[in-house]
């Protein structure tokens, strides 16, 4: 299957602080990229579909201001959690389809934020 | 909401077929069946999907019935390794009809020796 990257793979921040992820699509192109959240013990939410070249699309409930998605590529997709606080630590997930055909959507291998 | 309902837990013996229910009996025309499954800490990696039709690839065989209101994901030889959530996911697939997928709480498979 598909190769989908993020990093960092952890990072931990003060409260206040922002934070940069970043899911690369490595072996295909991706035009579309989403971003899930997963708490502890809890299945994977969705916040965001990432369009490339063209604003993200928010679910209801994720604050657009605070969870800014940058998808400048075809194959990179960044989500920047701002002024995060403690109950921004989470597990980040991306996932990324190809272009065409069924776009079978591949999962990042996740990134573990914890915020002080 | 998710549109599948799965049982939240299963055990398995090594070495024997594991065999995952799902139903979906709202499931539209055009959507397909979709399997994936997160072994603890890491992100979730694709199975196997299917709109119809039985589907069999390396990791497992998908059978969908002839209403398509439910499906099961088999196993052939469950391994210790096999020890993860599958999640069944009902989604539109192919163009820009969102593809998004809704996750449902899955069921955790326990593959025991």
């Known amino acids: 299957g598909a190769v989908v990257s993020q990093h960092p793979s952890w990072v931990i921040c003060k409260s206040g602080t922002s934070v940069k992820i970043e899911c690369r699509s490595l072996?295909?192109?991706?035009?579309?990229m989403f971003w899930y959240r997963q708490f502890p013990k809890q299945s994977l939410m969705l916040m965001a579909t990432?369009?490339?070249?063209?604003?993200?699309?928010?679910e209801q409930g994720v604050e657009k201001d605070k969870f800014l998605i940058n998808h400048a590529s075809l194959t990179l997709s960044t989500l920047t959690v701002t002024s995060a606080h403690p109950e921004d630590s989470s597990f980040y997930i991306c996932?990324?389809?190809?272009?065409?055909?069924?776009?079978?959507?591949?999962f990042g291998p996740g990134t573990r934020l914890t915020v002080l | 909401d998710a549109k599948t309902t799965q049982p939240t837990s299963m055990d398995c013996a090594e070495g024997r077929a594991a065999n995952l229910p799902c139903n979906h009996s709202?499931?539209?025309?055009?959507?397909?069946v979709y399997w994936y499954r997160q072994i603890h800490s890491q992100g979730p990696q694709y199975i196997i999907h299917?709109?119809?039709n039985n589907e069999t690839n390396e990791m497992a065989s998908l059978i969908i019935t002839e209403d398509r209101k439910s499906s099961t994901l088999i196993l052939p030889h469950a391994t210790l390794r096999d020890t993860a959530v599958y999640y069944c996911?009902?989604?539109?697939?192919?163009?820009?009809?969102?593809?998004?997928?809704?996750f449902g709480q899955g069921t955790e498979l326990s593959v025991k020796p």
């Open positions: 996932s990324a389809g190809a272009a065409g055909g069924t776009d079978t959507q591949y």
């Open positions: 072996d295909f192109q991706a035009t579309t």
């Open positions: 990432s369009n490339e070249g063209s604003k993200a699309t928010y």
């Open positions: 709202t499931i539209s025309g055009n959507e397909y």
């Open positions: 299917g709109l119809k």
């Open positions: 996911i009902v989604r539109v697939a192919g163009g820009n009809q969102g593809g998004k997928l809704i």
